[in-house]
């Protein structure tokens, strides 16, 4: 596969799912850009994906087989730089967001019992909602 | 303008004491990518290097005018000027010559009346390739697209220069909390 840094490149046609393996499997940093998205990964890890001005990766299931793309290396700023502007234009406030600080605490699954338990210890537990089972940012 | 000073190689050198031209040869030499300000008592001569190379010449006294690198070097061995280099990033030294050089595509929108984030939505959607240029008394910014996405982006107040994605925010933020100029340059030259 073709990659080259910061060079106008033409759209070639191939497969998502082969795309993605190879670039992850490389170890890639940079952009796999699409007609009408693009997905980012850093050191062989897919982080951002945004298609059709919607942000996510439950995106990449609405992104047919076989698609145009390009592949562009890109150093870690300009990833950051691509990134935050996906989220200031789409409205999504900088910083990160409760489902990212929860991520980085390792709190992987925040049930009402685990929650219960942590404002016990710290004497807060009249805090918790009396209602609902689940803590996470979907409810 | 972008003149980014958080990179000094030399500061305030007074040309009676310092052999300037000297140290314009070592600039040269070392393939400097930046700017050489030379500062007098009514004015301020900016030289902008690429590579070891000077690619414009401008004077500022305030208004910013082209000028020849003949006239600078005349008043860099005048008595009382003092001189300074800094370097910077080359994209950096891009969307300084993009902003003076380059076809205007937006002039003086103010965040008055226009909506920042749906500028840049649309100049992504047109696959631009240019510099937005966001101006205010107290700050400015400038990012670099090309083909529709940000390659490049700092942001200046007062003392406090950041790049890169904490620019870009800031630049989006600061437009929508002040009144700021919006001027947007495209990648062609001026005809």
Known sequence: MVKMKNMKMKYRRGNLRDIIDSLLKDRFTGSLKLERGEILFSEGKLIFVVYDNKLGKKNLKSIDETFDYKVEELENEEL??????????SGIEGGKNREEIIEDLGIRNVDKKYMTKILEKEDLLYLLKESGD?????E | MLLLRNKPLVQNLKSNYVRIEELILEMKEKGLTGFIEVELKNSKDILLYNSGKVVKVLRIDPDVHITDKNSVVFDLVKVGAVFSVYEMKENFVKMILFSIENELLYKNL????????????????DKFSGVIHVCHRDCEGGILMESGLPSESVYMEKDMIEEGAEALENIVRESERKIT??????DKKKR
């Not at chain 1, 950051?80 to 234009?89: F, G």
């Not at chain 2, 100029?181 to 495209?186: E, G, H, I, L, Q």
Request: glycine letters at 0%; zero cysteines.
């Open chain 2, 110 to 125: 103010t965040t008055e009346f226009i909506d920042i984030r749906k500028l840049m939505k649309k100049l992504q959607k």
């Open chain 1, 134 to 138: 689940n803590a996470s940012s979907k």
């Open chain 2, 181 to 186: 100029n919006v001027d947007v340059f495209t």
């Open chain 1, 80 to 89: 950051q730089l691509r990134i935050r502007w996906y989220k200031l234009i």
